[in-house]
């Protein structure tokens, strides 16, 4: 009973005392700073970092994607009045090759850097309708020829973000696209001849993204009318897929996509399309 008794005593000394502490100014600081502190979530750790990606594979401060391009060819090239060459037709140009499209975006604080490239290589074989001109040589008609068809493209844009929600994003594009066109021909007669174009494209775009879940929808639409000194071109690409994310931070996706380059520069005509199916795969930080 005795050892009860001086029990009780020493706990209401001790909560006397803590009472006395919350109330001098000290005190009360430092109860509060604790209170604060427990009310305040603890943080997640690296998982943290990684929540666009993992709220549906949107994009995070840094993407890396790669794609596997499938494109067909069709269109015509005429150098300087020489006379239209029929790429798919009279030149039967391969599209059972791919593109290897490897992709980079960076962003810090919203706007982010987009860089993406492709190097299409394939050739094909055929007789000419008629009689053309390319490089200084002429190819006569019915001539058998084989090709050599090299398209390679970089793109590098500004990206500035208009819609940013965990459903949805929505970026303006602006920079430049740039092709380097050359195809050689070989005649079983007149030789070989090559055919060249460097292609700078000012370009503007959009770029968006949803996500239903795990299941992704994107959508890229960029090109531009220019008319300026040797250039008078109409430049559109087009791609749109869908993709699913998983491990939080990997994301796959099938797509198509539509290039078309119409118009002239140097004296060079050029009416070309690419398009075709895409797959590919990306991690998002």
Same mark, same amino acid.
Request: charged share 15%.
């Given at each position: 009973?005795?050892?009860?008794?001086?029990?009780?005593?020493?706990?209401?000394?001790?909560?006397?005392?803590?009472?006395?502490?919350?109330?001098?100014?000290?005190?009360?600081?430092?109860?509060?700073?604790?209170?604060?502190?427990?009310?305040? !979530?603890? !943080?997640?750790?690296?998982?943290?970092?990684?929540?666009?990606?993992?709220?549906?594979?949107?994009?995070?401060?840094?993407?890396?994607?790669?794609?596997?391009?499938?494109?067909?060819?069709?269109?015509?090239?005429?150098?300087?009045?020489?006379?239209?060459? %029929?790429?798919?037709?009279?030149?039967?140009? %391969?599209?059972?090759?791919?593109?290897?499209?490897?992709?980079?975006?960076?962003?810090?604080?919203?706007?982010?850097?987009? *860089?993406?490239?492709?190097?299409?290589?394939?050739?094909?074989?055929?007789?000419?309708?008629?009689?053309?001109?390319?490089?200084?040589?002429?190819?006569?008609?019915?001539?058998?020829?084989?090709?050599?068809?090299?398209?390679?493209?970089?793109?590098?844009?500004?990206?500035? !973000?208009?819609?940013?929600?965990?459903?949805?994003?929505?970026?303006?594009?602006?920079?430049?696209?740039?092709?380097?066109?050359?195809?050689?021909?070989?005649?079983?007669?007149?030789?070989?001849?090559?055919?060249?174009?460097?292609?700078?494209?000012?370009?503007?775009?959009?770029?968006?993204?949803?996500?239903?879940?795990?299941?992704?929808?994107?959508?890229?639409?960029?090109?531009?009318? *220019?008319?300026?000194?040797?250039?008078?071109?109409?430049?559109?690409?087009?791609?749109?897929?869908?993709?699913?994310?998983?491990?939080?931070?990997?994301?796959?996706?099938?797509?198509?996509?539509?290039?078309?380059?119409?118009?002239?520069?140097?004296?060079?005509?050029?009416?070309?399309?690419?398009?075709?199916?895409?797959?590919?795969?990306?991690?998002?930080?």
């Amino acid at each position: 009973m005795r050892l009860l008794t001086v029990l009780l005593l020493a706990a209401s000394f001790a909560a006397a005392a803590d009472n006395d502490l919350r109330r001098s100014p000290a005190g009360r600081a430092v109860d509060a700073y604790l209170q604060e502190a427990a009310a305040e !979530p603890a !943080p997640i750790g690296s998982d943290t970092r990684l929540s666009a990606a993992a709220q549906g594979g949107v994009w995070g401060w840094a993407s890396l994607r790669l794609d596997l391009w499938y494109p067909a060819v069709d269109g015509s090239v005429d150098d300087a009045g020489g006379g239209p060459i %029929d790429l798919a037709g009279e030149l039967a140009i %391969d599209d059972n090759e791919f593109a290897y499209v490897p992709r980079v975006l960076l962003s810090a604080g919203g706007v982010g850097t987009l *860089i993406d490239a492709f190097l299409f290589e394939t050739e094909g074989s055929g007789a000419l309708t008629a009689s053309v001109t390319i490089g200084g040589v002429t190819f006569n008609a019915s001539e058998a020829v084989a090709t050599d068809f090299d398209l390679n493209n970089v793109r590098g844009f500004l990206t500035v !973000p208009v819609v940013k929600t965990d459903f949805l994003q929505i970026m303006l594009l602006g920079g430049l696209s740039y092709y380097d066109l050359h195809i050689t021909m070989t005649g079983n007669v007149s030789g070989s001849a090559t055919f060249a174009a460097q292609v700078p494209v000012p370009v503007i775009g959009v770029l968006g993204q949803a996500k239903f879940g795990p299941v992704l929808l994107e959508v890229e639409v960029s090109g531009l009318t *220019i008319s300026y000194d040797v250039y008078g071109l109409d430049y559109l690409d087009i791609q749109a897929s869908v993709g699913f994310t998983f491990l939080k931070i990997v994301a796959v996706r099938a797509g198509y996509r539509y290039v078309a380059l119409n118009g002239s520069i140097d004296d060079v005509d050029i009416d070309l399309t690419l398009d075709g199916f895409f797959i590919g795969g990306s991690v998002n930080f």
